[in-house]
């Protein structure tokens, strides 16, 4: 699975858009681009995913280049419950397995 | 309607006991793992199960021991702790293409 970058840390006013970076230069044709968050202490939940085209749900939006080599996860209007560590996964879905390969994510602080 | 489900929630034990974790999904999902997350907060997979049977195992020790009754189930039971065995524990359980669903996790800790 390719390998993803982040930054560290960002910090986002309450009300605003979050927008999080990802490169993932060495991606394949065949890798999805997968976003999870982990708020302190509980489990990570599972935000949005996507192969080329940009995708959008209930929680946030999911922008992919048109190379895929860098994707940007938006968080339309960030709320002080979306301070969280976000992680950018990109894998090869295949049949029964669905290894996450975590790094070390972007803690997103929301201020008021 | 808790979608994968751990107990216990906080596990405090001795050094050389046997524990186990539960885990229960009611998304009708087919596969189901177990991941740690260590005290610098990285998260790693460790065994994942497909309808029953061992799909990934990560070189972890063989003092643990995933079993799968069925395909809702997943339990972890570890033999002979150690202190290096503190952790939290995260099961969680997928459908292919869509992702992967965490429990709460369970925090381990070894004294």
């Known amino acids: 699975d390719a390998k993803t970058t982040q930054p560290p840390s960002m910090d986002c006013a309450e009300g605003r858009a979050a927008n999080l970076p990802c490169n993932h230069s060495?991606?394949?044709?065949?890798?999805?681009v997968y976003w999870y968050r982990q708020i302190h202490s509980q489990g990570p939940q599972y935000i949005i995913h996507?192969?080329?085209n940009n995708e959008t749900n209930e929680m946030a939006s999911l922008i992919i280049t048109e190379d895929r080599k860098s994707s940007t996860l938006i968080l339309p209007h960030a709320t002080l419950r979306d301070t969280a560590v976000y992680y950018c996964?990109?894998?090869?879905?295949?049949?029964?397995?669905?290894?996450?390969?975590f790094g070390t994510g972007t803690l997103l602080a929301v201020q008021p | 309607d808790t979608a994968v489900s751990q107990t216990p929630k906080y596990l405090v034990t001795q050094m050389g006991n046997d524990k186990s974790i539960k885990c229960e999904q009611n998304?009708?999902?087919?596969?189901m793992y177990w991941y740690k997350q260590d005290s610098k907060k990285f998260l790693k997979i460790m065994f994942s199960?497909?309808?029953?049977?061992?799909?990934i195992n990560e070189t972890v020790p063989n003092r643990f021991s995933p079993k799968s009754p069925d395909k809702a189930h997943l339990n972890l039971h570890i033999n002979s702790l150690e202190l290096g065995d503190s952790a939290v524990y995260f099961c969680?359980?997928?459908?292919?293409?869509?992702?992967?669903?965490f429990g709460p996790g369970t925090r381990l800790t070894v004294t």
């Open positions: 996964i990109v894998r090869v879905v295949s049949g029964a397995t669905n290894k996450l390969i």
């Open positions: 998304l009708g999902h087919d596969t």
């Open positions: 060495t991606i394949s044709g065949n890798e999805y």
């Open positions: 969680a359980s997928s459908q292919e293409v869509g992702g992967v669903h």
């Open positions: 199960y497909n309808n029953k049977e061992l799909i």
């Open positions: 996507g192969l080329k």
